[in-house]
């Protein structure tokens, strides 16, 4: 063999283990490139579950959502009922404790019951005293002043 043999089978061994480092090197890398797609893939699968759940979130929320516009227009209508009625009220007079006295009283004095018994109160009572003679020049020259409120 002569020397040039020799040279380029040195050089093609030395190409040769340059190549072996190489695809060492290349396999190291491509096992952490599967290792990281796997944690990838993972990832996504989180990622997946995650937003299934946001979905589900969110149609809980609607629904709730709509539970509560139900229930607050329903009370939002009892609360108009109520302004209306209370204004109707405050529309009205308040009748005061005066008021209801003056009341009783008025419905004491026209009914026919206690009319005739305040008229037999009033009627003179024929006493011994009373069928005895007045001198009536006793009153004579004497101007009886008119009450306030009285008969005249």
Known sequence: MSLIAITLNLVLAGLLVAALMMGARLNKRLKT???SHEGFTKA????????MRAEQ??????????????TLGERMERARALISKLDERLARP?????????AALEA????????TAA????????????????????FEGVTLKAL????R
Not at 44 to 51: F, M
Not at 148 to 151: E, P, W
Request: no cysteine; proline share 5%; glycine share 4%.
């Open 108 to 115: 004491r004095i026209n009914s026919p019951v206690e009319r």
């Open 119 to 138: 008229i037999a109160r009033l009627a003179p009572v024929e006493t011994t005293r009373s069928r005895a003679s007045v001198d009536d020049d006793l």
């Open 57 to 70: 979130g969110l149609a809980d929320l609607r629904a709730a959502t709509d539970e509560a516009a139900e």
């Open 33 to 35: 490139l599967r290792d």
């Open 94 to 102: 308040v009748p005061t404790e005066l008021d209801a006295r003056r």
């Open 44 to 51: 996504v699968a989180d990622l997946d579950a995650a937003a």
């Open 148 to 151: 306030a409120g009285g008969r």
